[in-house]
């Protein structure tokens, strides 16, 4: 099984003939080792442990702890495989504080690199200082979940001239910063095919067509593992909350009524 560095991943693109990278999501250490053992390329402990493990609203309430946690887990998990953190909302603020705590993240977790939102002049020095400094960074850009409530809500980016051009321009810059790939979230698909043959890094998308170099889901969202329908993107490759509900309701039921004292059945445990 091939394992990815940031010159393997650099050099991965989708129209000069490469296979496109996978990305999946990954929070826990049971889940990191199957996931180790396939040909997956990148594991991504993203913020949406937010949402799909801890049940907050949104990815702004995920603390830098809570970050360490689950993605040194799955680092425990998955040695061979390229694993990226995310920088949580509010620990990037400031340069100071975004090179305080994408460092502690990068150290603390072992992961191989760290992934934060946006391409503002801020994110776009404290990027360039970060790699300078030797921890590799996946830029974000499009729909930037921890800007939910600046952004007014989660929609497709890209639709107009004025965004298709800001947007081309953001990821121009995030290479020029010195990251080493770039997550294109909700990104209209003619306008993300565009970006991935304006930069010489990959491009991953979500939600963002076809054309991107690689693409990154929700394990909980392609496993269904949720009570909820996973986003119209994903096309779910098994209904794990009903297998899972059913097989708990059958060891239920089996259970129920048995009794040692009376009939002389054990319990299945
Ligand atoms: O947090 C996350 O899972 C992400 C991906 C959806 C790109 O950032």
Do not use: W
Request: one cysteine or more.
């Amino acid at each position: 099984l091939k394992i990815h560095t940031t010159r393997s991943l650099r050099a991965t693109k989708i129209q000069k003939g490469s296979s496109p990278l996978q990305m999946l999501t990954c929070y826990d250490f049971q889940t990191a080792q199957l996931l180790n053992e396939t040909e997956i390329d990148l594991l991504l402990v993203g913020d949406s442990l937010g949402n799909v493990i801890l049940g907050y609203e949104t990815t702004v309430e995920v603390s830098l702890e809570e970050m360490i946690v689950f993605s040194s887990a799955v680092k425990r998990g998955a040695k061979n495989k390229f694993v990226v953190a995310d920088l949580p909302f509010g620990t990037y603020s400031t340069f100071e504080s975004g090179i305080e705590n994408a460092t502690k993240l990068f150290q603390r977790s072992k992961a191989e690199a760290i992934k934060l939102e946006g391409a503002s002049e801020h994110q776009l020095k404290l990027i360039k200082r970060l790699t300078e400094t030797g921890v590799p960074i996946m830029g974000h850009i499009g729909l930037t979940p921890q800007s939910v409530h600046e952004l007014g809500g989660y929609y497709v980016h890209g639709k107009d001239e004025k965004s298709q051009e800001k947007l081309l321009q953001e990821a121009i810059a995030l290479e020029k910063a010195g990251a080493f790939c770039v997550v294109l979230e909700c990104v209209k698909e003619e306008l993300s095919k565009k970006i991935s043959e304006s930069l010489s890094i990959p491009t991953i998308g979500i939600g963002s067509g076809d054309f991107t170099d690689g693409q990154v889901l929700v394990t909980n969202d392609l496993l269904h593992m949720g009570k909820q329908d996973p986003p119209k993107f994903c096309q779910p490759v098994a209904n794990f909350y009903e297998l899972k509900k059913t097989a708990i309701e059958k060891y239920i039921e089996k259970n129920k009524n048995v009794n040692p004292y009376n009939d002389g059945k054990t319990l299945n445990h």
